[in-house]
């Protein structure tokens, strides 16, 4: 009895830590994705002061300076071949806004719309007209 | 007494020929007793060196484990007999010694049908053992070959971000957290906090004895070469067993051959004793006809 108690004492131990181990659902991508969304609608809002946006813009980056991070730090990405998870690995500088910019000492905005290839210098030299 | 031996000729001679047979096993296998262990995920999962231990915890467990002790008591027991018989037979002579020598025989026979049965549930212990480690092996081998080369590029883009976002870290704290109207975050707070804690119990698992990495020849080996090992004992193992199943199919020719020897001299002295007719020539009877 001692011995069949001793042999499945590990078994048991390792199924509980097999149990333990089940995460809390949480997708962080799209938290994450979900809070750039809307820091990237708050940059082109044309209804709101500069005073604003800029009020916004600082209480959306904290926010998503936690998100990137809990992006970049789960596991559960790791080797997940989605569309979402590729397209977020694809290009570090557009997917994780807050980290570039503060990297490179930019503005999000500006980070973001050269990523997007829009510059002052393209925006100066733009012509207007019919498409 | 003679038909007795005559007849103990037959079954000797047909023991002989099923012993040597090497299929017969098979077709005989689904009335032995049986050990259905599964390669569960959860066996994978386990670390190479408990991944053994919990086949064999397994196995022992199992009506087959049972079965094979069973057989191993019983060929025991049947050893001393035929000890027994063979010192018997030494001092003995006349009838009781053919008589003794019959039953030795006799337990010759049963003694190598409990051989062939041991060697057929330890037959079958094995090829289930191969089977599993086999499966468990392709199981992990579908894990890799997971690793397609759109995810190859996945991963490694996520590590270079890892990298990039640790090497960044403290500038990216510096710039934006510097501003005292910016409060440290609760996630960053707590993350800080229990990061010592996953710190000091990843330093605890990882200097854990039951976590210590399974080696192969002093070497740090991977489960994948810890499986591949398990996989070649066993075959070796079987290979083995082969062997042991020729080495009683010889002991059983052996035996038959024993018993053509005793009915052939038994019926060698009945012979001399009886009353038969010396067959005569007709050079012989001529002294009947010459005067």
Do not use: C
Not at chain 2, 75 to 86: C, N, P, R, S, V
């Amino acid at each position: 009895m001692k011995k069949i108690f001793k042999m499945a004492l590990p078994a048991a131990a390792l199924m509980a830590v097999t149990a333990i181990a089940v995460p809390v659902k949480a997708d962080t991508l799209a938290n994450m994705e979900r809070e750039r969304a809307l820091l990237i609608e708050t940059l082109l809002d044309g209804e709101i002061t500069p005073a604003e946006r800029q009020v916004r813009i600082e209480a959306a980056q904290r926010r998503l300076l936690d998100l990137e991070r809990m992006v970049l730090r789960d596991d559960k990405l790791v080797g997940r071949n989605t569309p979402q998870v590729r397209r977020a690995f694809a290009n570090y500088d557009l997917t994780f806004l807050v980290h570039a910019s503060a990297e490179k000492n930019r503005a999000i905005g500006d980070t973001w719309l050269s990523q997007l290839g829009i510059s002052t210098q393209s925006l100066m030299s733009a012509k207007q007209g019919r498409r | 007494m003679n038909i007795k031996r005559y007849l103990f000729i037959g079954p000797s001679l047909a023991l002989a020929l099923a012993m040597t047979a090497p299929n017969t096993a098979l077709a005989k296998a689904a009335d032995l007793p049986s050990w259905r262990p599964v390669a569960s995920e959860k066996l994978i999962k386990l670390p190479a060196n408990y991944l053994k231990k919990s086949l064999d915890h397994d196995f022992a467990q199992s009506p087959l484990s049972g079965a094979i002790q069973d057989a191993d008591s019983e060929i025991g027991l049947k050893g001393q007999t035929l000890e027994d018989l063979a010192s018997a037979i030494q001092q003995a002579d006349g009838e009781l010694a053919v008589e003794l020598r019959h039953q030795f025989l006799a337990q010759k026979r049963e003694f190598i049908t409990l051989m062939k049965r041991k060697a057929d549930l330890r037959q079958r212990h094995m090829l289930t053992k191969q089977r599993t480690l086999e499966k468990l092996l392709k199981k992990l081998g579908r894990e890799k070959g997971a690793m397609t080369p759109a995810r190859v590029q996945l991963v490694s883009q996520q590590e270079k971000a890892r990298s990039r976002f640790q090497g960044s870290l403290a500038k990216v704290d510096l710039t934006v957290l510097s501003a005292p109207t910016v409060p440290e975050s609760r996630y960053a707070q707590e993350y800080a906090g229990n990061m010592s804690a996953v710190e000091a119990l990843v330093a605890a698992i990882s200097s854990h004895p039951m976590n210590v990495r399974a080696q192969m020849a002093g070497q740090p080996a991977t489960k994948a070469d810890f499986i591949r090992q398990m996989l070649a004992d066993t075959q070796a193992g079987v290979a083995i067993l082969e062997q042991e199943q020729n080495i009683i199919g010889y002991m059983a020719k052996l035996v038959a051959l024993d018993a053509m020897a005793l009915s052939e001299s038994v019926m060698d002295a009945e012979l001399g004793d009886s009353d038969l007719p010396s067959v005569s020539s007709p050079a012989s009877a001529v002294k009947y006809f010459v005067n």
